[in-house]
């Protein structure tokens, strides 16, 4: 482990260079923040069932939700590493994967006498194959490319200029995930007129929520920071998402 202490600019934190102490370290304030990314992405998969008409933006009713997801992964990555983000995403895909897979389920089996929701279950609940691939695919593309351009930028810019790093991993991240699950969900289902105005609207809005939401995100950070005695930087790291080193 290599430690370096820079007290003008963060004082009482220190910037950890080492991968297995890192991993091997208890914080207090992952798990609440894991919970709270999880918990966002499954709320915006079910609230994407609608899609909304707001005049100037038009997406699906999960985009007034998402880009939470985005700043809890620059957080994660800011404050925790890459390696440690790397895993609060695989656990977001796989619960999303379980609440999917549920819902196809629950849907597929006999309904009581006397109730007569079947029509309205499917509809909301009865996730088509293909919505479900788009939105897993879509995921985990826009946010492990998040994520590692966040570090990268991270050493870049030695740790300077956070909204640099959290804006500009988002114009990223977002970019993909917009075009993924929108190609991959409608292609051919919707006009190519709405799947153009759906990525725009879409891509525009989520961005517009990180900036937004920049001076939010210092706080959050600069608490994290002081309270966990952490700010990694991922000079070490291997940022292949399907390994565990």
């Given at each position: 482990?290599?430690?370096?202490?820079?007290?003008?600019?963060?004082?009482?934190?220190?910037?950890?260079?080492?991968?297995?102490?890192?991993?091997?370290?208890?914080?207090k304030y992952l798990g609440s923040i894991s919970v709270f990314f999880v918990s966002v992405l499954l709320i915006s998969n079910i609230a994407s069932t609608k899609i909304v008409d707001l005049k100037w933006f038009v997406f699906d009713g999960g985009t007034l939700l998402f880009p939470l997801s985005y700043i809890f992964g620059?957080?994660?990555?800011?404050?925790?590493?890459?390696?440690?983000?790397?895993?609060?995403?695989?656990?977001?895909?796989?619960?999303?994967?379980?609440?999917?897979l549920v819902f196809i389920i629950v849907g597929k089996l006999p309904s009581a006498p006397g109730w007569n929701n079947q029509g309205a279950y499917d509809l909301i609940l009865g996730l088509a194959p293909r919505i479900v691939i788009a939105s897993l695919i879509a995921y985990a593309c826009g946010e492990f490319s998040n994520s590692?351009?966040?570090?990268?930028?991270?050493?870049?810019?030695?740790?300077?200029?956070?909204?640099?790093?959290?804006?500009?991993?988002?114009?990223?991240?977002?970019?993909i995930d917009s075009i993924l699950f929108i190609v991959i969900a409608f292609w051919g289902i919707l006009p190519n007129s709405l799947l153009i105005t759906l990525i725009i609207?879409?891509?525009?809005?989520?961005?517009?929520?990180?900036i937004i939401f920049t001076p939010v995100t210092y706080k959050v950070v600069g608490f994290l920071k002081k309270k966990e005695n952490e700010d990694y930087y991922d000079n070490d790291t291997n940022f292949n998402p399907l390994t565990n080193k």
């Open positions: 482990m290599v430690e370096f202490s820079f007290p003008k600019r963060a004082t009482g934190v220190r910037i950890l260079v080492g991968p297995q102490i890192h991993m091997n370290k208890n914080f620059d957080i994660l990555t800011e404050v925790y590493g890459y390696k440690r983000t790397k895993r609060v995403i695989w656990l977001g895909f796989f619960m999303a994967l379980l609440m999917s590692f351009v966040m570090a990268k930028m991270k050493i870049l810019t030695k740790g300077k200029m956070l909204w640099v790093r959290t804006i500009g991993s988002t114009l990223v991240g977002e970019f609207s879409n891509y525009i809005f989520k961005t517009a929520i990180e």
